[in-house]
T-cell receptor
């Protein structure tokens, strides 16, 4: 069965520091991969997605993610965190052969930013 | 990006009441979804639709029901709300394997 693992429940970084959020998936074939961000009391906003091609993808708000097939990982990075980046981040996978386009989500990583 | 509108955003109701959470999208997407999210937890798919007159149950069992009479509208109904239904409900639609979410409806049943 497919699964998405975000091993870090909470991460705290200082403003201006770099950030890496981890995501590992278990699936029979490489799925479509996504990162979403959720601010308190809000819905989910799509940060970036990977379908194929270049394994380093750029997203909004200065985020990027790298797909590593050998490690079944899709880690999210940002070189310099801003206080407004404090939020919950969700990794998600979508099976390629599923015409419903359903997504399976990880349990999320809460990012706290120190001034 | 898709424009997806959910109403109400926040609702507190008594046990046994019937409620409908509204969801509309303006982009003409065929596929729409309802996810349920408890505070601080992951999202679980409870319903989805391929298009008009098509609805399917998701991976998480839910006592709610949905309908899809128009492409742009995908309401979710609870016939008799219970405290266990307290949660956030997120509506979404998709285009080309990318899912876009609304702002969510926070439901509290007292």
């Amino acid at each position: 069965a497919q699964s998405v693992t975000q091993p870090d429940i909470h991460i705290t970084v200082s403003e201006g520091a770099s950030l890496e959020l981890r995501c590992n998936y278990s699936y029979g074939a490489t799925p479509y991969l996504f990162w979403y961000v959720q601010s308190p009391g809000q819905g989910l906003q799509l940060l970036l997605k990977y379908f194929s091609g270049d394994t380093l993808v750029q997203g909004i708000k200065g985020f990027e993610a790298e797909f590593k097939r050998s490690q079944s990982s899709f880690n999210l990075r940002k070189p310099s965190v801003h206080w407004s980046d404090a939020a919950e981040y969700f990794c998600a996978v979508g099976p390629r052969m599923d015409s419903s386009y359903k997504l399976f989500f990880g349990s999320g990583t809460r990012l706290l930013v120190r001034p | 990006e898709a424009d997806i509108y959910q109403t109400p955003r926040y609702l507190v109701i008594g046990t046994g009441k019937k409620i409908t959470l509204e969801c509309s999208q303006t982009m003409g997407h065929d596929k729409m979804y309802w996810y349920q999210q408890d505070p601080g937890m992951e999202l679980h798919l409870i319903h989805y639709s391929y298009g008009v007159n098509s609805t399917e149950k998701g991976d998480l069992s839910s006592e709610s029901t949905v309908s899809r009479i128009r492409t742009e509208h995908f309401p979710l109904t609870l016939e008799s709300a219970r405290p266990s239904h307290t949660s956030q409900y997120l509506c979404a639609s998709s285009e080309s394997y990318t899912i876009y979410f609304g702002e969510g409806s926070w439901l509290t049943v007292v």
